[in-house]
C-alpha cells in the first residue's frame, strides 16, 4: 500500500534537539511517500490511529518503529458544581528552576527515547515544557499544589483551545507523595481552572504503558475519545 503525505519540517524540535526532524501529515491528495523524501530528514514522526493498522504496516515498510502507544481522554467540566481546590497558586519565575529538575526526572522515559534520541532528551525536553508553561508559551498556566506548610503536591499545566476547550500538557505528582490521593487533586485543581475560565471541555493525553494515569483519568470521570500509535524513522 502507498502513502500519501506531506512532510512538516518541525523546526522548534530540530532546533531543541539538534536533529532535522518532521512529521507525517497524512491526506488522501499528497504525492506517494518515497524513501529519498524521508532520507533527508534525522527523524520522522508519524502518529496512526489504532484501527489502522494497514497504514502501520505501509509505513514500516518505508522503516518506521512503533515507539508508543496513546490514549486522549476528554471530561465535561461541570458548570454547575462548584469545584473546590485548596493550597493551589499559579507558579511564577522563582518556581522554575525547582519545576525544572522535577519534570527532567519524572519525565526521563517518553517517546523521545533512544534509539532516536539521546538518554536525556526526553527530561530536557519536559524541563523545557514546565519552564515555557510558566512562562506561558507551550501552556498557557502551570498550577502548583501546596500542602498547608507550602510544601509541593504537584502541578499541572494547561492550555486554552477554541470552542470552550482546554488541553492538560503535563500532569505530576511530587517525588514521595504517591498514594496520597494528589492526582486526583490536580485533576480537580484543572477543572477549577477551568470553570473561572468558562472551559466546558478538558482534554488528556497519556502513554498507553502509563497503567496509573490511564486509571487516574478513569476515575476522575474521564472518557477515552481515541487510540493511537507513534513510529518514527
Given at each position: ?11 522548534w ?15 488522501a ?12 530528514y534525522?527523524?520522522?514522526?508519524a ?8 497504514l ?8 518506521f518503529?512503533?515507539?508508543?502507544g496513546?490514549i ?11 469545584i473546590k481546590?485548596?493550597?493551589?497558586r ?11 529538575e522535577v ?9 523521545f527515547?533512544?534509539?532516536w ?7 530536557r525536553?519536559?524541563?523545557?515544557w ?19 506548610a ?10 486554552r483551545?477554541p ?13 514521595g ?33 502509563n ?13 477515552v ?9
Open positions: 500500500m502507498p502513502v500519501y503525505a506531506n512532510i512538516e519540517p518541525l523546526r524540535e530540530s532546533d531543541f534537539f539538534q536533529l532535522l526532524s518532521g512529521r507525517l501529515m497524512f491526506d491528495v499528497a504525492p506517494k511517500l518515497t524513501a529519498t523524501q524521508l532520507d533527508h534525522a527523524v520522522t514522526h502518529k496512526v490511529a489504532a484501527d489502522q493498522l494497514v502501520a504496516d505501509a509505513l514500516a515498510n518505508l522503516g518503529r512503533l515507539v508508543e496513546e486522549d481522554f476528554s471530561l465535561n467540566v461541570a458548570s454547575n458544581i462548584l481546590a485548596s493550597g493551589l499559579v507558579a511564577n519565575e522563582r518556581d522554575i528552576p525547582l519545576l525544572r519534570a527532567a526526572h519524572t519525565f526521563g522515559l517518553s517517546r527515547r533512544p534509539p534520541y539521546q538518554p536525556n532528551d526526553s527530561g525536553f519536559y524541563a523545557c514546565v519552564e515555557n508553561a510558566v512562562r506561558g508559551t507551550f501552556d498557557d498556566v502551570c498550577l502548583l499544589l501546596e500542602d498547608n507550602r510544601q509541593p503536591l504537584g502541578w499541572v499545566t494547561l492550555r483551545l470552542d470552550h476547550e482546554a488541553r492538560i500538557g503535563l500532569l505530576s505528582v511530587w517525588p507523595r504517591s498514594g496520597q490521593g494528589i492526582g486526583l487533586q490536580l485533576i480537580q485543581s484543572a477543572e477549577r481552572w477551568c470553570q473561572q475560565a468558562g472551559i466546558e471541555r478538558l482534554w488528556i493525553a497519556t502513554q498507553i504503558s497503567v496509573a494515569a490511564i486509571r487516574l483519568y478513569l476515575r476522575s470521570g474521564a472518557s475519545e481515541s487510540t493511537a500509535y507513534w513510529l518514527y524513522r
